[in-house]
């Protein structure tokens, strides 16, 4: 068989005479004996010998055919070097590089498809967690209640009681100076007041004390000369300064009335001296009736009792219920021009006295606008 490998010369035989002198040890020998299991016994890896020639060797092109024409033996055999050369296998090894890139790779895989698998699960969780929150919650019950619509309320106008122009309960003061009205004057500023407590409509006597324009109490010596009252000078000189002016709604008919302080000395004989000039009493209290006219039918007094007062009068006009009625009552008498006028002031006086004591000269008084000046 004729070999073209480089380490033979040409198809001549060039085997020396004594080829043990020249044995030669490639690395392909060291290559196939490393790659075949079991390891040859040294006896069979001796590489064949090779005879250098003498002369000198012409060198032959080397080629690719001349490695793929040779054959290596994959059996786990021992090889045996004989005349032909045996084909050297290529041998693929991996660099380490690509172990490392294919390392990440597939652990960039893993953690990507560890990733999925746990949003996967956090969103099934999720949606289980909140499945049950709305079965646990209790469905709300929504009661249908007819809607009422409030109206506001209408406000109620609040009526405030008028300010009283007139003292129920304490004194007036009436601003009258009689040195400067006449008689008419002081007539017709009485009447008016007269009027406005008939409006009242309340059957209660109205109690005035007159003032002149300094405020100052007006004594009854010169209110009786004013106003004309023809009383005899013994019965004024039994009376006292201090008098009070009432005003009282008689069913509906202003009528008046009178109280005056007696002096203290003189007390025990007024209801004496009173009687005997009893036929006088009507002219000379003319003044009180204002615009009523008496019709004296009858000039005899007649006597009664109320409440253990002994009480005197005289009708001077019935149909209109007007009469003179007087009493000494205590420290004081007291006239009214008709019973009822009468009786209310000395009830008057009695809870005056009940609630300040005997002295009833003490009490507060309310000015009041004197009328017609």
Do not use: C, H
């Amino acid at each position: 068989m004729t070999s073209t490998s480089p380490f033979q010369g040409s198809t001549e035989n060039n085997t020396p005479d004594n080829p043990e002198k020249f044995s030669i040890r490639t690395m392909q020998d060291d290559l196939l004996s490393k790659q075949s299991k079991p390891v040859a016994r040294q006896e069979e890896l001796v590489a064949p010998k090779i005879t250098i020639p003498q002369t000198p060797l012409t060198p032959t092109p080397f080629s690719a055919s001349d490695i793929s024409s040779a054959k290596i033996s994959s059996s786990t055999q021992p090889l045996t070097m004989k005349n032909d050369l045996v084909e050297i296998p290529s041998i693929k090894t991996e660099t380490p590089d690509v172990k490392t890139k294919n390392s990440l790779y597939n652990t960039i895989i893993v953690i990507i498809f560890l990733l999925i698998i746990g949003i996967i699960g956090l969103s099934a969780y999720y949606f289980l967690a909140m499945n049950t929150k709305k079965q646990e919650l209790p469905t709300p019950t929504i009661n249908e209640e007819p809607v009422v619509i409030e109206k506001p309320a209408e406000e109620v106008p609040i009526v405030q009681a008028p300010v009283e122009k007139y003292s129920k309960t304490k004194p007036n003061y009436l601003t009258m100076d009689p040195s400067v009205l006449s008689e008419a004057d002081i007539k017709t500023t009485i009447a008016k007041v007269a009027s406005e407590i008939q409006a009242l409509t309340e059957s209660i006597p109205y109690e005035f004390i007159i003032v002149d324009s300094n405020n100052n109490p007006v004594p009854f010596s010169i209110f009786a000369t004013a106003t004309k009252l023809t009383l005899s000078p013994e019965i004024l000189s039994y009376l006292d300064d201090d008098f009070s002016l009432f005003i009282y709604n008689d069913n509906n008919n202003p009528r008046t009335g009178l109280s005056i302080n007696i002096l203290p000395e003189k007390n025990s004989s007024l209801s004496a001296e009173l009687q005997k000039q009893e036929l006088l009493l009507p002219e000379a209290l003319s003044f009180f009736f204002l615009d009523t006219v008496p019709d004296i039918k009858n000039s005899a007094f007649t006597a009664t009792i109320y409440n253990s007062n002994n009480i005197r009068y005289l009708n001077v006009n019935e149909p209109k219920n007007l009469s003179i009625d007087y009493t000494v009552s205590g420290s004081q008498l007291a006239i009214g021009t008709s019973k009822n006028t009468l009786r209310s002031i000395l009830d008057k006086t009695i809870q005056q006295k009940q609630s300040l004591g005997t002295n009833i000269d003490n009490n507060e008084a309310i000015p009041t606008q004197a009328l017609g000046n």
